[in-house]
């Protein structure tokens, strides 16, 4: 009786050690799923702000690291900046969900639909990406009226190259040779 009782706890001990060990085993699985679901994740967000330049960005987010929001705020106000961001920006968002979908179901997980705010949020800075959205639609709103003003522009320029040209042909009778400088006729 007593080596039954004996074996029956035996028996019992081995039964939980199997089951803490499944479970133990279970447990490093889930969390090596979530490393490689997170490490490709991690992918795909780099390549597209890499393919939209927005990697660009990091040496100067690692000196501001306190205040990376204002310093996103910063680059904005700098037209030059500001359309390199937004083109930027407008290519990540136009990538990313058919990218993340195939990560998400490459790993069998749901689509978070704000998975790409907190990666920006991550790496640029808590509010990062309403800063961002914000920014890319006044552009859309205002990209017609720039496209205006830069053909206007254009045409102002080569309205004013052809009166130079035609007040040397005036002056010289002839076309300009290599290197001659046209005056410059306002």
Do not use: C, T
């Not at 133990?24 to 979530?34: G, R």
């Amino acid at each position: 009786m007593r080596a039954d009782m004996v074996a029956g706890l035996f028996m019992a001990l081995l039964a939980i050690g199997g089951a803490g060990g499944a479970y133990f085993w279970y447990q490093q699985n889930q969390q090596a799923d979530l490393r490689q679901y997170e490490a490709a994740v991690d992918y795909v967000i780099e390549g597209q702000l890499s393919a939209g330049r927005l990697s660009s960005l990091y040496p100067g987010m690692a000196q501001h690291s306190s205040a990376r929001l204002n310093y996103l705020r910063q680059l904005y106000a700098d037209p030059a900046q500001s359309r390199q961001l937004n083109l930027g920006f407008a290519w990540l968002r136009a990538n990313w969900d058919a990218s993340y979908e195939r990560v998400a179901d490459q790993f069998n997980r749901e689509v978070d639909p704000q998975r790409l705010r907190l990666e920006i949020d991550e790496r640029f800075g808590e509010g990062a990406f309403v800063l961002m959205r914000q920014q890319h639609e006044q552009f859309v709103r205002d990209a017609p009226r720039l496209a205006a003003d830069e053909a206007a522009k254009r045409d102002r320029n080569l309205q004013q190259m052809v009166r130079s040209y035609q007040a040397f042909v005036a002056e010289h009778h002839r076309p300009p040779r290599n290197g001659e400088e046209l005056p410059i006729v306002p």
